[in-house]
């Protein structure tokens, strides 16, 4: 591309200083080095990233693994204090132990091995893991949701930074963001005004603590994992409204006060429905729940009865309210409310506001999955891979084809394609007509749900002839509403050149 | 500038009086016996088996009685401390609701750290996350100024400071007086199943009571905010 001729007068060279001008920098030195390779191979190098960072955390977890049968194994007493320095195993224990196990490199792997066996290091890295989940998953998914919207509108979203359609727009803007003026205006609750972004930010770090993502994919298997996933949803909804309050702006204020009472009355409903597989299962655990659907498709949750499928539908629409999505993004309706709660934001906390959102939009679709879809199970049921045994190779098959973390995220990730879908497709509606929604629709609706729900599960016995008729036609319904999409989105495809014209021909990828 | 007038003064006299009681109550037991109040201390827990090796698959927050757990303890029973007298001094509503969130966010810790998970995630829950959002709600729709400040005349200012000085002194003679066990009680055994099934037995009638109240209070809710016709 040829240096264009501006108006203006070229500025120098950026400066920037300061931790914001440090990071920028890096950024720009990272991308400098990575953008002309991601355009040259864009496909190969997303599919080595993705199957990259796969056998990664994989490795990380076998190594977990592979510790804690050294430690369970070791013929060495465990007290109950084990310090940071001189743990229970040695070094040399960790490469007999790894021996034992056949596993190459031993005298390599074994100091690799031996700071994993202390709790605060393994908290670390999984800790470290989150975080970075966490940032990466709103930076594309952002990336993504513009893609689609130009999809869904005619356009093509963004398409030049980093040269293969834009897929670095969101690390550019991050950039920018970083490099922005901090402002606070001067009328505003300062302490407050500055603390609400965090408020929003860290319950949705602190909600993906306790989301299982496999059987043992969970930094803390908590009792009550459920309850407290939604206490920090919940928390994050008052960051919303401090940070309405604090910037002393009309707009912000309804914003936060919609927020506020779309939240309120939206949690009710949310909570009954997510009774209803806890009254299946009989636990607040979400790592039980999700190993009670292993049983292939017909096992999820969801095709386990009429009222669990309904409620599965009332919790969707419910997760939508609570984490501000469209149709129900009335606390930042840019066409009345200039942005509603975030007016006065800018730079990084406005960008802590995006993050949280969309760490919350993976956490309610987490919950869904876990809850109603299956967990981190395949369609197909986990009794076929008996025969498969443990060996490396077979556990690889296992968890690509019957369950594992990829599922849950797979999973996960459609709900989220879904909640962007939605979004750019339905109008906002009102917030009288939210409000009417929830408490004289969906609340009552919930009710008869929760009841229905309980005479089903008192009056017919599972594994009876109506309940797997049940069972079969949900699933049935299930199936076909799935092969139904797969099918429209192929006739999409196919047709796109007819569908939105010379755009398709040019720009879409595959053309 | 138009403040509403509080009306604390029988509130005032109230607490005071309970405060009077329960320091009577506190200070008239010599030897504190911890059956008389129906608590019993749970035995010592027995020294942790050697060789469990359920230790690093469920990986205890802390280890009780370990150093970690001090310094957790300490941190957050300081945040504790230190936001409860945010929520005293602070003059400005909201930022009062925002000390009292950190309130309620380390006490909730606290009961994580005694292993009582239930109790802290409900803490989270019902406090921080339903009846806080309720009270900062409520102040936006009721507040007539931006900044609604709460400002109280100097002789509610001098009861005040005469219900905390004997509330004080109570807990105080508590606190010599008592002979506390060597370590803290641990949650134990208490799986959220267990807890629910003796919520719905053993204390059915204390749970639909205050089933009960609730519902009262909805109905009574509803029937104020409803149009007049």
């Not at chain 2, 205890?60 to 001094?89: K, M, Q, R, W």
Request: glycine share 10%.
């Amino acid at each position: 591309m040829t240096q264009m001729s501006v108006p203006w007068r070229p500025r120098g060279k950026a400066k920037f200083d300061g931790p914001a001008g440090m990071v920028a920098g890096g950024a720009k030195t990272v991308f400098a080095i990575f953008a002309p390779f991601v355009r040259a191979f864009p496909g190969a190098i997303m599919l080595s990233a993705v199957f990259g960072t796969i056998v990664a955390v994989w490795a990380h977890y076998l190594l977990f693994e592979v510790v804690d049968i050294a430690l369970i194994g070791s013929t060495f007493n465990i007290p109950a204090n084990t310090g940071l320095l001189g743990g229970p195993l040695t070094v040399e224990e960790a490469r007999s132990a790894l021996t034992q196990i056949g596993a190459p490199a031993a005298g390599f792997l074994c100091y690799l091995l031996y700071p994993v066996q202390y709790g605060l290091v393994r908290d670390l890295v999984a800790a470290g893991g989150i975080l970075g989940f966490i940032s990466v998953i709103p930076l594309y998914t952002i990336w993504w949701e513009r893609k689609v919207a130009g999809r869904i509108q005619s356009r093509t979203g963004p398409m030049r930074v980093g040269g293969w359609h834009g897929w670095s727009q969101s690390m550019a803007d991050g950039i920018k963001l970083i490099c922005k003026e901090d402002l606070c205006p001067a009328g505003a609750d300062k302490p407050l005004f500055k603390l609400a972004p965090y408020l929003a930010f860290v319950p949705a770090i602190l909600a993906f603590f306790a989301l299982p993502f496999g059987t043992y994919w969970v930094f803390r298997q908590l009792d009550v994992a459920l309850v407290f996933i939604l206490a920090m949803l919940g928390i994050e909804v008052l960051g919303v409204i401090i940070a309405g309050w604090a910037s002393n702006n009309k707009w912000s204020v309804y914003g936060a006060m919609r927020e506020a009472c779309q939240m309120v009355s939206y949690e009710i409903p949310m909570g009954m429905a997510l009774l209803i597989p806890i009254m299946c299962v009989g636990t607040l655990s979400l790592t039980t729940i999700g190993d009670t659907q292993s049983g292939g498709w017909t096992s999820w949750i969801v095709f386990r009865s009429p009222f669990t499928f309904a409620a599965a539908l009332v919790y969707y629409i419910a997760s939508l309210a609570s984490c501000k999505r469209a149709p129900f993004d009335l606390p930042e309706s840019e066409s009345e409310l200039v942005a509603g709660f975030h007016t006065e934001y800018s730079g990084f906390r406005w960008s802590l506001f995006f993050f949280a959102e969309y760490a919350a939009m993976f956490v309610v679709s987490g919950l869904l999955v876990i809850l109603f879809f299956g967990a981190w199970y395949s369609p197909l049921p986990l009794l076929w891979a008996d025969g498969l045994g443990e060996s490396l190779p077979a556990r690889a098959v296992k968890g690509v084809l019957f369950a594992g973390p990829i599922w849950f995220i797979a999973k996960c990730v459609f709900l989220l394609y879904v909640q962007i879908w939605l979004r750019w497709t339905l109008p906002r509606i009102r917030i009288d007509q939210v409000l009417y929604a929830c408490i004289q629709v969906l609340l009552p609706l919930m009710m008869l749900i929760l009841l229905g729900h309980t005479f089903y599960e008192l009056l017919v016995p599972v594994g009876g002839v109506v309940w797997t008729l049940f069972n079969l036609i949900l699933s049935t319904i299930g199936a076909v509403l799935m092969i139904g999409m797969l099918f429209v989105a192929t006739y999409g495809c196919w047709n796109r050149v007819r569908l939105v014209g010379n755009l398709g021909r040019e720009l879409l990828p595959g053309s | 500038m138009h403040h509403p007038r509080q009306r604390p003064g029988k509130t005032v006299l109230l607490t005071f009086a309970l405060a009077a009681l329960t320091c009577v109550t506190m200070t008239s037991a010599q030897e504190p016996d911890f059956g008389d109040v129906g608590f019993e201390f749970p035995p010592e827990p027995p020294p942790q088996a050697a060789d469990t090796p359920t230790e690093f698959d469920g990986v205890p927050l802390s280890i009780p009685g370990g150093a970690t757990e001090a310094l957790l303890f300490y941190l957050f029973g300081g945040t504790l401390l230190v936001s409860a007298l945010g929520v005293c001094i602070s003059r400005s509503v909201v930022r009062m609701a925002t000390w009292l969130f950190f309130t309620l966010g380390a006490a909730s810790v606290l009961y994580f750290l005694l292993g009582a998970a239930f109790l802290g995630a409900i803490q989270l829950i019902v406090y921080a996350g339903g009846t806080l959002i309720l009270l900062v709600f409520g102040v936006m729709l009721t507040s007539k100024s931006p900044w609604v400040r709460y400002d109280c005349p100097r002789t509610e200012m001098a009861a005040a400071a005469g219900v905390a000085i004997v509330l004080f002194a109570g807990l105080l003679t508590l606190l010599t007086r008592t002979v506390w066990p060597g370590t803290a009680p641990m949650a134990r055994g208490g799986t959220v199943a267990e807890f629910g099934k003796e919520l719905l037995t053993t204390y059915l009638v204390p749970f639909e009571v205050a089933s009960v109240l609730l519902l009262v209070v909805m109905i009574a809710a509803a029937y104020l905010a409803r149009q007049d016709r």
